[in-house]
């Protein structure tokens, strides 16, 4: 009996000890994987909500461990590329706007996606959110959020949505006080993406296919800055058009004074929190066009998930972000978080179709959406561009033409200052 | 030299050598390391591709219109700053000098803003100026987004600078005004000057050579301005100035020859100024000869 008793014991020691030394590290051979999954602090909590399904259903594989980084983009990358310069082993997970794949993989800090997990990341994806994850005919990263931009409109003012941007901005005058169009003119991404649109929309692009040289053909980039300089100097654009951003644009619209606005969705479940009176005659289409009779191209956002090189576990990272990016989880953070999602079905789903009432408008953007261009120098070229646009009021197109070209040149040869 | 001499010579270059080698080593090399920096394309996202360019960074950051328009944000911010400071500073040491009740007390109050860290200062006065949450806009009785435009983001900016800073320059002076003898002072009053000149006549050019230091420091140390103004605007509103034109080449595009072109831009701003400032207005450096002069 005694000795039994003191083999008892001795095995309840080690079953303490055993999870004492499983709690706090990570050095014994039997303890759960972490990774740390660096992304945008989403507010609704379905990413974390993600997370700790992933590593239940992992079985004890891995661990996710969220690590919120700022709402801000500039302000996420820069923590994480500092740290991804000094090899940081603490990242496994990324959360990686589309705009950073060029860099982020030319920079050889995440590693591709092959095989089975690839196969996985890539099934049902529309094709420009996984285009975006994609740089010289690799995958880097799986296809989680994406986002386009709209047109909003009061309905009770408007019958019909206008399609271009000369008939909304047309329209807008003749409606007197009330005819105000909200746009984003801040000098920041925001701009960058407005600029791209509008040429992407003329049949433009910034860089040639390549994606090593500049294209800015004379026509549309004409056609994108005459249609910036018209609505700026129009007595139809917000007196503070030169620092509105998203948020701002949302406020004014919900205050009643504009009748237009081109923002992302996650204006309508904010109006109808917020104002449900105006949110009953907001109606929505496609972003509008430049030419008449050619279809709007928007400049897409979202994120897609990538996997650091310098992390310890990186197989288990690349399970962990396929299954984050999964429908189930996608469809978990359209719901929660208003996200809109890379998988084409899920636009024909009952729930998502019932937090997206125009999801057939937004499923139609993403599928003729277009791309911010696609270089490891995004940054330079984004920042050269919102620099020479600001303020939109003074943009003379055929001068600027020859200043854009003249700045993104520079930025693409890394001479420029930004 | 004879033996004796020599012996004391070598002695004193022992005695000095481990302050002198600390010094090379966290001062002379780092900015050595910065112009060899700069003479090169060099990206840390891209480490390979490091090339020899030469002057290349030098020239590109000479003709681009973000560093010209930085230098004249510092110099708006520079030259702001120091001369409210200044006038505010001699105001603030007279008060000191001349207070008769709890002296001690009045100094440490006038104190507190300076030994606050500048992120803190900066936070509070962009809450205080913010239309929604602040006061400022209450106290004035309107409705402005004061962060929004150049011009009163500069005020904003300048303000934040002069109540962060006044204190030390006031510190400066008040030590200043000790040195005003007493005598002369007596003198002047019997004389039939009256207050304001004995200011001018007697106690500013006692004090010059303190001021120009005062004025000096405070010069550096505007113009090398970072964290006041990417608390209050992240240089949005062209209210960038040149350190974070230095900080967004270095630490935002990792840019590292051009950033360290940049930062050597700067250092060769500090060394104009210190310059003017010694030969040009006869600023002290601390050798007794010259504060005699």
């Known amino acids: ?418 | 030299m004879n033996l004796r001499q020599r012996n004391e010579r070598r002695l004193a270059w022992l005695l000095c050598a481990p302050a002198v080698t600390v010094l090379i080593g966290v001062i002379v090399y780092p900015i050595l390391y910065a112009v060899w920096l700069s003479l090169f394309r060099y990206d840390l996202r891209f480490p390979e591709q490091r090339v020899f360019v030469g002057l290349d960074n030098y020239v590109s950051i000479l003709t681009s219109e973000v560093w010209w328009q930085a230098l004249g944000n510092t110099l708006i911010l520079t030259i702001g700053s120091v001369s409210i400071e200044l006038l505010l500073g001699f105001i603030l040491a007279l008060i000191m000098h001349h207070t008769l009740f709890w002296r001690r007390a009045v100094r440490a109050a006038m104190l507190i803003p300076y030994a606050m860290i500048t992120v803190v200062a900066a936070m509070a006065w962009k809450f205080a100026f913010d239309p929604t949450t602040g006061f400022i806009d209450a106290l004035l009785d309107r409705e402005q987004a004061w962060l929004t435009q150049r011009g009163s983001a500069f005020l904003v900016i300048i303000l934040t600078e002069v109540w962060k800073t006044t204190p030390f320059m006031a510190l400066l002076l008040m030590a200043g005004l000790t040195l005003v003898p007493h005598e002369l002072i007596q003198a002047a009053r019997v004389d039939g000057a009256n207050a304001w000149q004995r200011f001018i006549k007697i106690v500013v050019p006692t004090m010059k050579p303190v001021i120009l230091v005062a004025v000096l420091f405070r010069t550096l140390d505007a113009f090398r301005i970072f964290d006041t103004v990417f608390i209050l605007t992240r240089g949005a509103q062209n209210t960038e100035t040149v350190s974070m034109v230095g900080y967004n080449t270095l630490l935002v595009s990792l840019n590292l020859g051009l950033g360290s072109a940049v930062s050597v831009l700067i250092f060769v701003g500090v060394l104009i100024i210190s310059i003017v400032f010694i030969k040009g207005f006869g600023t002290p450096t601390g050798r007794r000869g010259e504060i005699d002069s």
């Open chain 1, 1 to 418: 009996m005694k000795l039994l008793t003191k083999v008892r014991l001795i095995l309840v020691l080690a079953i303490i000890g055993g999870m004492l030394s499983s709690g706090c590290s990570r050095q014994k051979g039997e303890a759960i994987p972490l990774l740390n999954w660096y992304v945008f602090n989403e507010p609704s909590g379905a990413f974390s909500m993600a997370a700790r399904q992933c590593s239940e259903a992992s079985q004890g594989a891995y661990q996710v461990e969220l690590i919120p980084l700022p709402a801000d983009t500039d302000q996420q990358r820069e923590q994480l590329v500092r740290r991804l310069a000094a090899g940081d082993t603490a990242i496994d997970i990324i959360g990686m706007d589309v705009i950073w794949t060029a860099e982020f993989a030319q920079a050889k800090w995440i590693l591709p996606w092959t095989g089975h997990v690839a196969e996985q990341a890539k099934a049902g994806r529309l094709a420009a959110p996984l285009q975006s994850a994609t740089y010289q005919n690799q995958l880097w990263g799986a296809p989680f959020t994406t986002n386009a931009q709209l047109l909003w409109y009061r309905t009770d003012r408007i019958n019909t949505a206008p399609e271009t941007w000369d008939e909304m901005i047309h329209l807008a005058e003749t409606l007197g006080k009330t005819g105000i169009i909200q746009a984003q003119g801040e000098r920041y991404e925001g701009l960058t993406v407005f600029f791209i649109s509008l040429l992407a929309s003329a049949g433009g692009s910034v860089l040639d296919e390549s994606g090593t040289r500049i294209s800015l053909a004379q026509e549309p980039t004409l056609f994108a800055l005459s249609v910036m300089a018209r609505l700026a100097n129009s007595v139809a654009a917000d007196r503070n058009l030169a620092t509105a951003r998203e948020d701002q644009t949302r406020l004014a619209f919900e205050s009643g004074n504009a009748s237009f606005m081109v923002n992302y969705t996650f204006v309508w479940p904010s109006a109808q929190e917020n104002t449900p009176e105006i949110a009953e005659h907001i109606g929505w289409a496609r972003w509008p066009a430049v030419i008449e009779g050619k279809p709007s191209r928007f400049a897409i956002g979202g994120i897609n998930l990538a996997v650091s090189a310098y992390s310890l576990h990186p197989e288990l990272a690349f399970q962990a972000a396929a299954c984050i990016a999964s429908v189930r989880h996608q469809q978990r953070a359209a719901e929660l978080g208003g996200l809109p999602p890379t998988i084409a079905a899920l636009y024909d789903d009952p729930k998502v179709r019932e937090i997206f009432p125009f999801a057939d408008v937004l499923h139609s953007t993403l599928r003729d959406a277009v791309l911010r261009p696609q270089t490891p120098l995004y940054n330079d070229v984004s920042l050269a561009i919102s620099r020479i646009l600001h303020p939109m009021r003074a943009i003379d197109p055929q001068r600027d033409v020859v200043r854009l070209r003249d700045a993104i040149t520079r930025a693409l040869n890394s001479e420029g200052l930004l």
